[in-house]
């Protein structure tokens, strides 16, 4: 369903993935610390096709800066893309000018029982508010109008509000869409994962719901709406869930008790980390990327519930990021690469196809930085080893790009 266009190599190993919502931007988290952003070509019709030997664009470093002492562990750009969000292990959140990449705010990540608490995740569900989840289960709520309108080095900044959905850290957020009634247009609950559990929290309410124990570790989620029901009505809206074990989880809105259907995407239980919706307009229905530990990517067509196409982003790593940007190409990064997907010419031939993929289908039922960090590389700690274990992305060897695809991009800035 999709090509390979480019890859393009990192220098360390990637642990966080943002992608602009309104520009052919990239930023990549690393586990040295650094953050760099990436700006990619503008998109073109039959880009493949129309590609010269040299290349069809330049993927331009726009800057890159050490950012956080320790590992970055999470990305997030504000809802204009204008401020670029990061979450290290040194217990910092920085928030930079996306275009220069100069730090204009940081929060101190709140303390437990005097301890660190180190953030695992990062999303700006307005321009007002900012979510921020943290290994001891915590999920904080900042109103961005308070304290980060400072341009001051550092901001004294605490959450309005601190929830505990899970009993173990954040897997994956994933906002619900504003109500009708809505007067801002931006969501106000969203949905999380964690360890066994599937949790609703409200910005105003708190927790509201929570799932009976899945016995199965959930790690990545994504909202699929428009759906048609089973009665046969349209407007069935669901939120998918990936699990430990290489299975979906259907969960009807509103119905959040207990899963409503189940999806095998890998019968060798590889999990499932990383999903995103893929855009209106690819391929044939409503159909979810899924990012695995073994380094595949899988399409899977939602409402047939069958895997329709599978690329393979690393040998050996495991899918860190997995998203679109605005110009319609997937990139996916993981170990030390990311790579630029373009939708393939017969694509449309292939949405047509009903057919699951090795037998997997439906189981019903159940720049300037600013910044005092800009201090050389240093070598991964014992603390980033322990990080990469808990992300459950295993390290079998070294993993250069294995795939033998010829990238049909240049590169500037790379070092």
Request: proline fraction near 4%; glycine fraction near 14%; hydrophobic fraction near 35%.
């Amino acid at each position: 369903m999709f090509d390979t266009i480019c890859t393009l190599p990192l220098p360390s190993d990637l642990f966080a993935q943002a992608i602009h919502p309104v520009l052919p931007l990239l930023a990549v988290g690393l586990a040295s610390g650094h953050v760099q952003t990436y700006r990619l070509p503008p998109t073109t019709s039959s880009l493949t096709q129309s590609a010269p030997k040299n290349g069809c664009g330049t993927i331009e470093k726009s800057w890159r800066t050490k950012r956080h002492k320790g590992s970055c562990r999470s990305l997030a750009f504000s809802a204009d893309g204008d401020v670029l969000f990061s979450a290290g292990t040194d217990g910092i959140v920085k928030a930079a000018r996306t275009e220069t990449g100069r730090v204009e705010a940081k929060i101190g990540v709140p303390l437990v029982h005097a301890t660190p608490d180190a953030p695992c995740l990062l999303h700006a569900l307005s321009p007002q508010t900012l979510l921020l989840a943290t290994d001891s289960g915590a999920l904080h709520i900042y109103d961005l109008r308070i304290g980060l309108k400072s341009s001051t080095v550092a901001v004294e900044s605490k959450p309005q509000a601190t929830h505990h959905p899970h009993d173990d850290y954040v897997s994956s957020l994933t906002p619900l869409p504003p109500t009708a009634a809505s007067t801002s247009g931006f969501p106000k609950q969203w949905v999380t994962t964690g360890g066994t559990t599937l949790a609703v929290t409200d910005l105003r309410r708190g927790v509201l719901a929570r799932s009976e124990d899945q016995e199965e570790e959930l790690l990545s989620s994504v909202y699929v709406g428009g759906l048609t029901s089973k009665r046969g009505r349209v407007g069935g809206d669901k939120v998918l869930a990936g699990g430990g074990s290489g299975v979906l989880t259907l969960w009807d809105k509103g119905a959040w008790d207990d899963q409503d259907g189940r999806i095998i995407v890998d019968s060798g239980k590889e999990s499932l980390d990383v999903l995103a919706m893929v855009p209106d307009g690819l391929g044939e229905g409503s159909c979810v990327a899924v990012g695995m530990a073994d380094g595949r990517v899988k399409i899977v067509r939602v409402g047939t519930n069958k895997v329709v196409g599978e690329m393979r982003h690393d040998e050996v790593e495991g899918v860190v990021g997995l998203g679109f940007e605005v110009g319609g190409r997937m990139v996916s990064g993981g170990g030390q690469v990311v790579k630029v997907w373009q939708e393939s010419a017969d694509m449309e031939e292939d949405a047509g196809e009903d057919e699951g993929v090795d037998g997997v289908g439906l189981e019903k039922g159940a720049g300037s930085d600013g910044d005092e960090d800009s201090e050389e590389d240093e070598e991964s700690s014992e603390g980033e080893e322990q990080e990469r274990k808990r992300r459950k992305k295993s390290k079998r060897a070294n993993g250069n790009d294995r795939s033998g695809r010829k990238g049909l991009m240049q590169f500037t800035g790379i070092d």
